[in-house]
């Protein structure tokens, strides 16, 4: 069975560093997302594209956080620099479309210092 | 703005007891609803969902939800739990008109065997 893809796993850094996080979604997926989930709460979007164009990234801190998928397939997620609330969980998920079921990966958990 | 809330943070409960987790939305136009579930260890992984027709929603391991759209509420229910579902429950609901996907914060269900 097909699955979200993402790297690393885990990710220790001291504040005001750059971290990047790695998602490779579904083959054929063309809707893409990242969210972020702080412990204790829900997963809450930053950013959604589809294929390589963002059409939601209204809760995406702009100041430090960047998103790409330049290509259509594989999307970046940058943070810089970090900051001690940035330590969260990070999830990608893709669908067929936007209307369609989300598929989720394991995420990658950010620990900041 | 569109919200989601999960009545319950935590449930505990003994094996073959009675099942239900509520969940209530405030939007006022068409939605579409969702349950997922992860499991410890694992990802976010759908449970059910509603996007039209009948307002009983049959799912994975026996669960079930039912939409009651003069309730704005999607509640979660299984006739008798089991050890295995142990994990933390969560609401999402995403307008028709838009893209967005809210979640609640999530319900841990702790079953003791």
């Known amino acids: 069975e097909a699955e979200v893809a993402q790297s690393p796993r885990y990710k220790i850094t001291e504040k005001s560093q750059a971290v990047a996080f790695w998602c490779d979604p579904i083959s054929g997926h063309a809707t893409l997302y990242w969210y972020r989930q702080i412990l204790g709460q829900g997963p809450e979007l930053l950013v959604q594209?589809?294929?390589?164009?963002?059409?939601?990234d209204s809760q995406l801190p702009k100041d430090r956080f960047s998103a790409e998928r330049l290509k259509g397939v594989d999307s970046t997620l940058k943070i810089q620099p970090a900051e001690l609330g940035d330590s969260a969980m990070y999830l990608c998920?893709?669908?067929?479309?936007?209307?369609?079921?989300?598929?989720f990966g394991p995420g990658t958990r950010l620990l900041v210092l | 703005a569109q919200s989601v809330s999960q009545h319950n943070h935590h449930v505990i409960l003994s094996e073959a007891a009675s099942l239900e987790l509520g969940c209530n939305y405030s939007y006022g136009g068409t939605v579409n609803l969702f349950w997922y579930v992860q499991y410890p260890g694992q990802h976010l992984q759908l449970l059910l969902k509603y996007f039209s027709g009948d307002p009983l929603v049959k799912g994975i391991k026996g669960f079930e939800a039912e939409f009651i759209k003069s309730k704005f509420s999607f509640n979660l229910r299984k006739p008798s739990v089991q050890w295995s579902d142990t994990a933390e429950y969560f609401c999402a609901v995403r307008n028709t008109g838009g893209f967005k996907t809210i979640f609640g914060a999530g319900t841990r269900l702790f079953v003791k065997a």
């Open positions: 594209f589809q294929d390589e164009s963002v059409v939601d």
């Open positions: 998920a893709s669908s067929s479309d936007s209307e369609e079921t989300q598929y």
